[in-house]
């Protein structure tokens, strides 16, 4: 077997296998969950009388516990089993989930209390999102392939989550959503359960060593790339301007304006764009991919800018399926860039660097949603964010390494002398 390539999946299909299926039904599920948050927070929050900036609070708390704790997750992912680390991750997910539809059941809603449960959700989600870039590229070995594969079933899930999360708003209550998002993690819980991974790649296996040690060996890997780098300076502004901000007050104006219904549309045309992006990345294989995904950004702008504006439902659910495509497809291109430039036996630290940087200033961004909306308006806000999306994609477009980024179709390994024994640990 070449090293590099992963373990288990030199004969087959080079995506589809019965572990892929279960890592992929998994992803989808969790991922229909997740989708289904934002409208249960936005309508369950004002609901009992909180505002944007409280929406914005409680999405800050996941978001800062996810950034503040996503590195320890890749130091620890490269450590211990991935699997088993996901499988954990996902039970405390149930238990948060469970707790918090139980309150809005009880309508004992205090917004301190699901600061901490979203702050709880952030941490277990961090020590998860590690291992699910180096599971990708052990589960197939057209990686492109599998990623634009789960981003399909996650975009289809945000297509129906939504939807289906106003439905149970308007049938049930909030705490509704939040029960169903619990048993979307049991059912992820048990796929990886039932998922056997194969060995790592010969000579993939860490060294023993300290936890500062790893940590300042994933930094240095880190910084050596440029490109990746990069991106993830620029990605800071664009969480800080763009994305922070708009995702609560996109929630709460369309909620306020047109009603849970109609944000749960908006939201599945999202859903519906990512869709497109998705089959596209499965279709196309650009050179330089991440200069392509540059290029696919520029359509973001129809997210915010649509509802900044004023626009009715269907243009904004317009501008979103615009703005979910263009995402979806960088999305493919980075994941696919960092899964395949990156060794394997530093990939969970790099991707947890990676997430950690990205997402660095979107609880920030979401934090000052509120204040911003009062000092500036939420339209004007959202225009901002509109021209700021725009900008990012200019820059990323302005940076050589990036744009000039070359393809590598098989995940990096590190070269070892011919004399060291080839080394797996089965999970």
């Known amino acids: 077997m ?37 409208v249960a927070l936005a309508a369950g929050l004002l609901q009992h009388g909180h505002g944007a900036g409280a929406v914005g609070l409680a999405m800050a708390a996941t978001a800062a516990a996810f950034a503040g704790f996503v590195v ?56 998860f999102q590690p291992g699910v870039a180096s599971t990708t590229p052990r589960l197939a070995r057209d990686v492109q392939g599998a990623n634009g594969a789960i981003r399909v079933a ?33 059912v992820s819980a048990l796929c990886l359960l039932l998922l056997r991974l194969p060995p790592l790649p010969a000579g993939t296996t860490p060294e023993p060593s300290t936890f500062r040690a790893d940590l300042v060996e994933g930094w240095r890997e880190f910084r050596s790339r440029t490109w990746l780098w990069g991106v993830i300076a620029v990605w800071c ?46 279709r196309l294989r650009p050179r330089r991919m991440l200069r392509a995904g ?9 997210f915010p800018a649509t509802v900044g504006l004023g626009l009715d439902v269907p243009a904004m659910a317009a501008g979103a399926a615009l703005a979910g495509a263009g995402m979806s497809f960088w999305g493919v291109m980075w994941a696919t860039s960092v899964q395949t430039q990156v060794p394997a036996d530093v990939l969970n630290r790099i991707h947890a660097y990676e997430v950690a940087g990205s997402l660095a200033m979107m609880p920030v961004g979401q934090a000052l949603a509120g204040p911003s909306a009062s000092a500036l308006g939420a339209e004007n806000v959202l225009l901002i964010a509109g021209v700021m999306s ?38």
């Open 72 to 127: 320890l997750g890749g130091v620890i992912a490269d450590r211990f089993s991935t699997r088993l680390l996901m499988i954990g991750s996902d039970l405390v997910r149930l238990g948060t989930q469970a707790l918090a539809a139980a309150l809005f059941f009880s309508g004992h809603v205090v917004l301190w209390e699901i600061c901490a449960i979203g702050f709880v959700n952030g941490v277990a989600s961090a020590v």
């Open 154 to 186: 996650e975009s289809a899930a945000q297509l129906g989550g939504p939807a289906l999360a106003g439905l149970l708003v308007g049938l049930a209550s909030p705490g509704g959503v939040f029960a169903a998002h619990a048993a979307t993690y049991a």
């Open 294 to 302: 540059a290029i696919s950004l520029f359509a973001f702008v129809g």
């Open 2 to 38: 070449a090293k590099g390539s992963p373990a288990g999946s030199a004969h087959g299909h080079p995506v589809w296998s019965r572990d892929f299926a279960l890592f992929f039904v998994a992803r989808a599920v969790a991922r229909l969950g997740d989708t289904m948050l934002p």
């Open 390 to 427: 725009v900008v990012v994609a200019a820059i990323l477009l302005a940076v050589r390494p990036i744009r000039d980024l070359e393809r590598a179709d098989a995940p990096a390994a590190r070269s070892l002398p011919a004399d060291e024994p080839e080394r797996a640990r089965a999970e």
């Open 237 to 282: 502004l664009y969480m800080l301007t763009v994305w922070g901000p708009s995702l609560p007050l996109v929630a709460t104006e369309v909620v306020q304006e047109h009603g849970a219904g109609a944000y749960g549309l908006v939201n599945s045309a999202l859903g519906a764009g990512t869709v497109v992006g998705g089959l596209l990345a499965l």
